[in-house]
């Protein structure tokens, strides 16, 4: 083999740069907006995109379907085992409802399940789909434990109240009756499930950027996502 000295020049040094997939980590609590961000951030540079919450909104609708408890560490991990992403069942509509979310909340508490889903996970974040040249993936704990060594971390979060009511205004928009305090309690019983649970709490990574987007729209957290992976990876959008 050649020595990289005395290798023939087939382009600009730049081009050899970068010899594995970027990795991007988004995490934060439901509706803050993280997943809003990490299409848009995927898109602008080509990424490939994992929303990570529909793998355990996928083992949940899984086990209810099954007249199963999402809190049976039994029902929970044998699903999660027989879970096959690649199927399409993570573009399922029933994935989107307030029961999946609640019984993704459950069985994302079984440290089994998190263990059936974290090769999926990490695959993805390794080798992209479609050979893509990075990655985002957002979730609860991409920073933390799936890609602790991501190129960049962004941590969405925003207050309760607000999160809340981005929630109601989006089922409403879909035409689903909702009550606000139901939401706000929902939302309240999850973030308390997802942060207290023993494995894989939501937290920030210790190196991750914390956005928080209460009094933020959409296009300010893009800017602001924007810039911080900026000026961790050097790159910028391509659109
Ligand atoms: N910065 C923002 N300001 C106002 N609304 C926003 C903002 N970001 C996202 N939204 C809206 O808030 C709602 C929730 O956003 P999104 O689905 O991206 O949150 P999420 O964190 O991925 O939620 P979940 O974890 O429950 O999937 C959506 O209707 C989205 O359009
Ligand atoms: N990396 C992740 C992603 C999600 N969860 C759990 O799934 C629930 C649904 O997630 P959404 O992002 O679709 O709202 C969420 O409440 C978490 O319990 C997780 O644990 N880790």
Redesign the pocket.
């Known amino acids: 083999m050649p020595s990289a000295a005395s290798s023939p020049v087939k382009g600009p040094a730049t081009v050899a740069v970068h010899t594995r997939p970027l990795v991007i980590a988004i995490?934060g609590?439901?509706?803050s907006g993280?997943?809003t961000l990490a299409k848009r951030v995927a898109a602008a540079y080509g990424f490939a995109h994992l929303?990570?919450?529909?793998?355990?909104?996928a083992v949940?609708v899984a086990v209810l379907r099954a007249g199963g408890d999402p809190a049976d560490p039994a029902a929970a991990g044998r699903a999660a085992r027989d879970l096959h992403p690649e199927d399409g069942i993570l573009a399922d509509p029933d994935?989107r409802t307030d029961e999946?979310?609640?019984a993704?909340?459950?069985?994302?508490?079984v440290p089994e399940v998190?263990a059936a889903?974290l090769e999926f996970?990490r695959r993805f974040a390794e080798q992209p789909p479609g050979g893509a040249p990075g990655a985002v993936?957002?979730?609860?704990?991409?920073g933390t434990?799936?890609c602790p060594g991501a190129d960049a971390k962004l941590f969405v979060t925003a207050s309760v109240e607000v999160r809340a009511d981005r929630r109601l205004k989006e089922l409403q928009g879909r035409g689903i009756p909702a009550i606000p305090s139901d939401v706000l309690e929902d939302m309240k019983a999850?973030?308390a499930?997802?942060s207290q649970?023993a494995v894989?709490p939501?937290r920030p990574a210790a190196d991750a950027f914390v956005l928080d987007t209460s009094a933020l729209d959409a296009d300010q957290a893009y800017a602001a996502a924007i810039a911080h992976i900026g000026s961790k990876t050097g790159l910028g959008p391509k659109a």
């Open positions: 995490d609590p439901a509706a993280k997943g929303d990570t919450g529909s793998l355990y909104r949940g994935l999946a979310a609640q993704a909340s459950k069985v994302a508490a998190r889903l996970q993936l957002d979730g609860r704990d991409i434990v799936v999850r973030d499930r997802d649970r894989a939501l």
